[in-house]
C-alpha cells in the first residue's frame, strides 16, 4: 500500500472571517486542491506553486460550497 507523505500548507484569501487555526493544513504533498469546512459550507483553496517564507506551499482560496442536507 503507498504511503502518502504530507505537509503543513498555508491557506490564502477566502473570508476575512476565516480563523487564523483554519488558515493552516496538512495536506498529502501530491494534493492540489484542500478544502475547509466553515460556517456551513466549505471553502476551497488550489495549490498556486508558491511558498511561504518558511517553505509552506500556499493554496489560494477559489471557492465556497454549501454543505448538502
Given at each position: 500500500?503507498?504511503?502518502?507523505?504530507?505537509?503543513?500548507?498555508?491557506?490564502?484569501?477566502?473570508?476575512?472571517?476565516?480563523p487564523?487555526?483554519?488558515?493552516?493544513?496538512?495536506?498529502?504533498?501530491?494534493?492540489?486542491?484542500?478544502?475547509?469546512?466553515?460556517h456551513?459550507?466549505?471553502?476551497?483553496?488550489?495549490?498556486?506553486?508558491?511558498?511561504?517564507?518558511?517553505?509552506?506551499?500556499?493554496?489560494?482560496w477559489?471557492?465556497?460550497?454549501?454543505?448538502?442536507?
Open positions: 500500500m503507498p504511503h502518502n507523505l504530507v505537509e503543513e500548507c498555508h491557506l490564502e484569501g477566502g473570508p476575512a472571517h476565516l487564523d487555526h483554519l488558515r493552516t493544513a496538512m495536506v498529502p504533498t501530491d494534493d492540489s486542491k484542500v478544502k475547509v469546512p466553515f456551513n459550507g466549505w471553502e476551497h483553496f488550489e495549490r498556486i506553486h508558491e511558498f511561504t517564507q518558511t517553505g509552506a506551499p500556499i493554496f489560494r477559489t471557492m465556497r460550497t454549501k454543505i448538502a442536507e
